[in-house]
Protein backbone atom coordinates (compact mmCIF):
# COMPACT_ATOMS: atom_id res chain seq x y z
CA UNK A 1 0.00 0.00 0.00
CA UNK A 2 1.28 3.43 -1.01
CA UNK A 3 1.71 6.02 1.79
CA UNK A 4 -0.28 8.57 0.07
CA UNK A 5 -3.16 7.55 -2.12
CA UNK A 6 -4.49 10.16 -4.87
CA UNK A 7 -7.31 9.49 -7.77
CA UNK A 8 -5.27 9.79 -10.70
CA UNK A 9 -8.28 10.93 -12.67
CA UNK A 10 -8.35 11.87 -15.21
CA UNK A 11 -11.49 14.78 -14.48
CA UNK A 12 -13.01 16.66 -17.03
CA UNK A 13 -15.67 18.98 -15.80
CA UNK A 14 -17.25 21.89 -17.71
CA UNK A 15 -16.35 25.81 -17.13
CA UNK A 16 -17.63 26.58 -13.77
CA UNK A 17 -17.81 23.64 -12.17
CA UNK A 18 -16.58 22.73 -8.73
CA UNK A 19 -13.89 20.26 -8.54
CA UNK A 20 -13.09 18.31 -5.49
CA UNK A 21 -9.74 16.39 -5.92
CA UNK A 22 -8.59 13.50 -2.98
CA UNK A 23 -6.04 12.18 -1.00
CA UNK A 24 -5.79 9.10 1.81
CA UNK A 25 -2.62 8.65 3.86
CA UNK A 26 -1.43 6.02 6.08
CA UNK A 27 0.56 7.62 7.99
CA UNK A 28 -0.56 10.00 11.26
CA UNK A 29 3.11 11.60 11.62
CA UNK A 30 1.92 13.96 8.96
CA UNK A 31 1.72 17.67 10.09
CA UNK A 32 1.79 19.80 6.72
CA UNK A 33 -0.25 19.34 3.85
CA UNK A 34 0.19 20.76 0.56
CA UNK A 35 -1.44 21.04 -2.36
CA UNK A 36 0.82 21.69 -5.66
CA UNK A 37 -0.04 22.58 -9.11
CA UNK A 38 2.04 21.35 -12.05
CA UNK A 39 1.09 22.41 -15.87
CA UNK A 40 2.45 20.14 -18.64
CA UNK A 41 5.71 19.82 -18.90
CA UNK A 42 6.80 22.46 -15.83
CA UNK A 43 7.83 21.55 -12.40
CA UNK A 44 5.17 21.60 -9.82
CA UNK A 45 4.32 24.99 -7.61
CA UNK A 46 2.70 25.20 -4.55
CA UNK A 47 -1.00 26.11 -4.53
CA UNK A 48 -1.91 26.17 -1.14
CA UNK A 49 -0.87 24.10 2.75
CA UNK A 50 -2.41 23.54 5.98
CA UNK A 51 -1.06 22.67 9.29
CA UNK A 52 -2.61 19.75 10.66
CA UNK A 53 -6.69 19.74 10.57
CA UNK A 54 -9.00 22.03 9.66
CA UNK A 55 -9.92 24.37 6.44
CA UNK A 56 -7.94 27.09 4.66
CA UNK A 57 -9.43 29.21 1.90
CA UNK A 58 -7.35 31.20 -0.91
CA UNK A 59 -9.73 32.82 -3.50
CA UNK A 60 -11.43 30.17 -5.02
CA UNK A 61 -9.79 27.06 -3.37
CA UNK A 62 -10.14 25.48 -0.12
CA UNK A 63 -8.01 22.99 1.36
CA UNK A 64 -9.66 20.65 3.66
CA UNK A 65 -7.58 18.19 6.58
CA UNK A 66 -9.29 15.44 8.29
CA UNK A 67 -6.39 14.36 10.64
CA UNK A 68 -8.78 11.32 12.04
CA UNK A 69 -10.17 9.87 8.50
CA UNK A 70 -6.28 10.80 7.29
CA UNK A 71 -8.16 12.47 4.31
CA UNK A 72 -7.40 15.91 2.32
CA UNK A 73 -9.50 17.25 0.12
CA UNK A 74 -8.98 20.95 -2.60
CA UNK A 75 -12.30 22.24 -3.68
CA UNK A 76 -11.92 24.48 -6.34
CA UNK A 77 -14.97 26.78 -7.13
CA UNK A 78 -15.91 28.49 -10.55
CA UNK A 79 -13.28 25.99 -12.25
CA UNK A 80 -11.51 27.88 -15.10
CA UNK A 81 -9.83 26.34 -18.19
CA UNK A 82 -6.87 27.60 -16.59
CA UNK A 83 -6.95 25.64 -13.63
CA UNK A 84 -6.38 22.78 -16.28
CA UNK A 85 -3.09 20.92 -14.98
CA UNK A 86 -2.20 18.21 -12.41
CA UNK A 87 -3.02 18.64 -8.99
CA UNK A 88 -0.64 16.56 -6.54
CA UNK A 89 -1.01 16.56 -2.66
CA UNK A 90 2.43 16.28 -0.56
CA UNK A 91 2.39 15.18 3.19
CA UNK A 92 5.30 16.60 5.54
CA UNK A 93 6.77 15.76 8.74
CA UNK A 94 10.68 16.17 10.36
CA UNK A 95 12.45 15.91 7.15
CA UNK A 96 9.49 13.32 5.59
CA UNK A 97 7.64 14.39 2.27
CA UNK A 98 5.55 12.33 0.41
CA UNK A 99 3.44 13.28 -2.44
CA UNK A 100 0.25 11.82 -4.37
CA UNK A 101 0.65 10.58 -8.31
CA UNK A 102 -1.28 13.72 -9.09
CA UNK A 103 -4.67 14.01 -10.76
CA UNK A 104 -5.12 15.15 -14.35
CA UNK A 105 -7.73 18.04 -14.03
CA UNK A 106 -9.06 19.79 -17.53
CA UNK A 107 -11.80 22.17 -17.22
CA UNK A 108 -13.67 22.72 -20.92
CA UNK A 109 -14.58 26.13 -22.14
CA UNK B 1 15.16 36.02 -9.96
CA UNK B 2 15.21 33.31 -11.84
CA UNK B 3 14.09 30.90 -8.68
CA UNK B 4 15.58 27.52 -9.45
CA UNK B 5 17.19 26.55 -12.72
CA UNK B 6 17.92 23.32 -13.71
CA UNK B 7 20.25 22.17 -16.80
CA UNK B 8 20.10 20.77 -19.73
CA UNK B 9 16.21 20.57 -20.19
CA UNK B 10 16.88 17.38 -22.22
CA UNK B 11 19.28 14.71 -22.17
CA UNK B 12 19.53 10.88 -24.03
CA UNK B 13 22.31 8.71 -22.03
CA UNK B 14 23.57 4.92 -23.29
CA UNK B 15 23.20 2.64 -20.77
CA UNK B 16 26.75 2.95 -18.45
CA UNK B 17 27.00 6.63 -19.43
CA UNK B 18 27.76 9.03 -16.79
CA UNK B 19 25.98 12.71 -16.73
CA UNK B 20 25.77 15.59 -14.16
CA UNK B 21 22.49 17.57 -13.69
CA UNK B 22 22.74 20.66 -12.27
CA UNK B 23 20.64 22.87 -10.19
CA UNK B 24 21.06 26.52 -9.00
CA UNK B 25 18.60 28.60 -6.86
CA UNK B 26 18.83 32.08 -6.42
CA UNK B 27 16.42 32.49 -3.16
CA UNK B 28 19.31 32.12 -0.51
CA UNK B 29 17.16 28.97 0.55
CA UNK B 30 19.07 26.62 3.03
CA UNK B 31 17.47 23.59 1.63
CA UNK B 32 17.71 21.66 -1.77
CA UNK B 33 15.84 18.37 -2.28
CA UNK B 34 16.40 16.27 -5.65
CA UNK B 35 12.66 14.31 -6.88
CA UNK B 36 12.13 11.97 -9.68
CA UNK B 37 8.80 11.67 -11.16
CA UNK B 38 7.69 9.08 -12.76
CA UNK B 39 3.97 8.00 -14.24
CA UNK B 40 1.71 6.98 -11.37
CA UNK B 41 4.56 6.98 -8.98
CA UNK B 42 4.40 10.84 -7.92
CA UNK B 43 7.45 12.61 -7.25
CA UNK B 44 9.98 10.57 -5.10
CA UNK B 45 12.95 12.19 -3.08
CA UNK B 46 16.42 10.74 -4.41
CA UNK B 47 18.51 13.07 -1.94
CA UNK B 48 18.11 16.15 0.21
CA UNK B 49 20.74 18.74 1.66
CA UNK B 50 19.40 20.71 4.76
CA UNK B 51 22.07 23.11 4.33
CA UNK B 52 25.32 24.04 2.55
CA UNK B 53 28.01 20.82 3.44
CA UNK B 54 25.35 18.42 4.27
CA UNK B 55 23.29 15.70 2.71
CA UNK B 56 21.38 12.94 3.18
CA UNK B 57 19.61 9.97 1.31
CA UNK B 58 15.80 9.94 0.26
CA UNK B 59 13.55 7.42 -0.42
CA UNK B 60 15.42 6.11 -4.30
CA UNK B 61 18.97 6.89 -3.39
CA UNK B 62 20.63 3.77 -5.07
CA UNK B 63 22.57 4.41 -8.28
CA UNK B 64 22.66 8.46 -7.77
CA UNK B 65 25.04 10.69 -5.82
CA UNK B 66 24.80 14.30 -4.60
CA UNK B 67 26.90 17.17 -4.22
CA UNK B 68 26.07 20.31 -2.41
CA UNK B 69 28.94 22.86 -3.62
CA UNK B 70 27.71 26.24 -2.48
CA UNK B 71 24.39 27.21 -0.91
CA UNK B 72 23.34 27.91 -4.43
CA UNK B 73 24.12 24.68 -5.92
CA UNK B 74 23.23 21.32 -5.47
CA UNK B 75 24.06 18.60 -8.17
CA UNK B 76 22.89 15.12 -9.04
CA UNK B 77 25.17 12.17 -10.80
CA UNK B 78 24.29 9.13 -12.47
CA UNK B 79 27.85 7.04 -12.10
CA UNK B 80 26.48 4.23 -14.52
CA UNK B 81 23.13 4.94 -16.30
CA UNK B 82 20.25 2.33 -16.50
CA UNK B 83 17.21 2.36 -18.14
CA UNK B 84 14.93 2.34 -14.72
CA UNK B 85 16.60 5.54 -14.15
CA UNK B 86 14.70 6.95 -17.26
CA UNK B 87 12.47 9.54 -15.73
CA UNK B 88 11.87 13.17 -15.50
CA UNK B 89 14.43 15.01 -12.44
CA UNK B 90 13.24 17.67 -10.75
CA UNK B 91 15.26 20.28 -8.32
CA UNK B 92 13.84 22.23 -5.28
CA UNK B 93 14.79 24.49 -2.68
CA UNK B 94 13.02 25.44 0.40
CA UNK B 95 13.12 27.82 3.68
CA UNK B 96 10.91 25.71 5.33
CA UNK B 97 11.10 22.49 3.91
CA UNK B 98 7.01 22.13 3.20
CA UNK B 99 6.85 25.06 0.84
CA UNK B 100 9.12 23.96 -1.39
CA UNK B 101 10.14 25.66 -4.79
CA UNK B 102 10.70 23.48 -7.93
CA UNK B 103 12.65 23.69 -11.58
CA UNK B 104 11.34 23.18 -14.45
CA UNK B 105 12.87 19.38 -14.74
CA UNK B 106 15.26 17.68 -16.69
CA UNK B 107 13.69 15.16 -18.87
CA UNK B 108 16.45 12.13 -18.91
CA UNK B 109 15.79 9.10 -21.60
CA UNK B 110 18.45 5.81 -20.92
CA UNK B 111 18.54 3.63 -24.07
Known amino acids: QKEVEQDPGPLSVPEGAIVSLNCTYS??????FMWYRQYSRKGPELLMYTYSSGNKEDGRFTAQVDKSSKYISLFIRDSQPSDSATYLCAMYNNNDMRFGAGTRLTVKP | NAGVTQTPKFQVLKTGQSMTLQCAQDMNHNSMYWYRQDPGMGLRLIYYSASEGTTDKGEVPNGYNVSRLNKREFSLRLESAAPSQTSVYFCASTVSSYEQYFGPGTRLTVT
Open chain 1, 27 to 32: NSAFQY
